[in-house]
């Protein structure tokens, strides 16, 4: 028997629940109307051949007192005249918010618009959008909502502040909570404040500070000196130190080359050098060294693992270097340390626009195991298909240094 039941009834009344449907009306009542709901009621064949399975079905759908059912009359061939429901309607909003037992959570929400009204009309204005969109949401952040608020008046009279999240002094909000509430707080953010308090170039919860003017904290630069006659005083023999990010942009050394290594112990035994420092990179994060203009004036040496990943992040330093070239990322570095590659499990698949054709080419057969590229080379039996990687540390010291010596 597929006939409507109580529970089909509010089956259909909660996924107007979940659009936000019942919510949404409570902001504008006029975008509630009646709602007739799906109704399949037993045939002619049924109530000659169920009659009782009938008629225990129909006062289960009666006694439902929040829909409204539409009878019709009609003549039945053994049983006369007979009607049965041909309509259910939900009339109101509260027929409908009682039915799925949502009555409680809709007075919260009302209760919500009423006092973010009460609090701020104008703020109420700007977020009303929002509100509409998202009533869901809203009522998930009901307990937060008065916190929220207080960030949102506060930023409202001090647009682009300067300070820290941590100076922010507002009863109740601590920059654990701003902090955790980035994702909204940005959305809310963007409708209530004036496009010159946002940096719409800072885009995402990492940028939040940037956006909205928030002291963020700085991104700090790790690098060597490999040149003793470049050496800082008072350092330490082994050259290593970390700079802020505005520190590393006016650095003044005599650098005629700067290599970037993604792996740290690389970083540490990295061999003399002369005129040149080496940078501990950061994966993707290479945001932090466009602001430093004499890197332009360097040549830039990127080494990093063997693999489709290392390409990538060859390809997205490029972005900001144009001019950075790989360093023992080529097909004979590759070939000579066949006995310490390993499978690569998920392959950067993305197009890498920046790269040579020669590290395009030795990138593809990375991924695919595949060397027809380089048929010169001493053949290599590996499994088709699989990956290749090479991690940088795997290289055997010699090497390296005859590669740097080479430069």
């Known amino acids: 028997m597929s006939w409507t039941r109580p529970a089909d009834l509010r089956t259909q009344t909660f996924k107007l629940w979940d659009k936000g449907d019942l919510l949404r009306a409570l902001i504008d009542p006029t975008s509630w109307s009646p709602r007739r709901l799906r109704l399949v009621v037993p045939d002619s064949n049924a109530l000659s051949e169920q009659l009782d399975a009938v008629r225990a079905w129909l006062p289960e759908l009666q006694g439902v007192p929040q829909v409204r059912l539409v009878w019709r009359a009609f003549t039945h ?67 937060d909502w008065p916190r929220l608020l207080s960030v949102l008046r506060w930023l409202q009279t001090h647009p682009r502040p300067g300070i820290y999240l941590r100076q922010v002094d507002l009863a109740g909000v601590d920059s654990k909570f701003i902090e955790s509430q980035r994702g909204v707080l940005t959305e809310l953010l963007d409708l209530c404040l004036p496009p010159h308090a946002i940096d719409a170039s800072a885009t995402g919860a990492a940028q939040f500070c940037r956006r909205f003017g928030f002291r963020d904290k700085p991104l700090r630069i790790r690098l060597r000196v490999l040149d003793a006659a470049l050496a800082l005083p008072g350092v330490g023999d082994d050259q290593d130190i970390t700079l802020t990010q505005a520190d590393f942009a006016q650095l003044a050394l005599p650098v005629q080359r700067v290599f970037i290594t993604e792996n740290e112990v690389n970083f540490l035994a990295f061999p003399p050098v002369a005129g040149s420092v080496v940078i501990f990179g950061a994966g993707y994060g290479f945001d932090v060294l466009g602001g430093a203009a004499w890197l332009q004036r360097c040549s830039v040496y990127y080494w990093g693992d063997l693999d489709s990943h290392g390409f990538a992040i060859l390809d997205q330093l490029r972005a900001h270097l144009p001019h950075a070239q790989s360093l023992l990322m080529d097909a004979a570095t590759l070939h000579a340390h066949r006995a310490q590659w390993v499978t690569e ?63």
Do not use: M, N, Y
Request: charged share 20%; net charge positive.
């Open 345 to 407: 499990p998920a392959p950067a698949l993305r197009q890498l626009t920046r790269l040579s054709a020669p590290e395009a080419a030795l990138c593809q057969s990375l991924i695919t195991g595949d060397f027809a590229p380089h048929v010169a080379l001493v053949p290599t039996r590996w499994p088709p298909g699989q990956a290749i990687r090479l991690e940088q540390e795997r290289l055997a010291f010699g090497w390296v240094q005859r590669a740097l010596a080479a430069l």
């Open 77 to 143: 061939r053994l049983l006369g005249a007979s009607t049965l429901p041909a309509e259910c309607w939900l009339d109101t909003l509260p027929d409908a918010l009682g039915l799925i037992g949502k009555t409680r959570e809709a007075r919260r929400f009302e209760a919500l618009l009423q006092s973010t009204r009460a609090i701020d009309a104008a703020l109420f204005t700007c977020l009303l959008p929002w509100l509409s969109k998202r009533p869901l949401a809203a009522l998930a952040l009901a307990d």
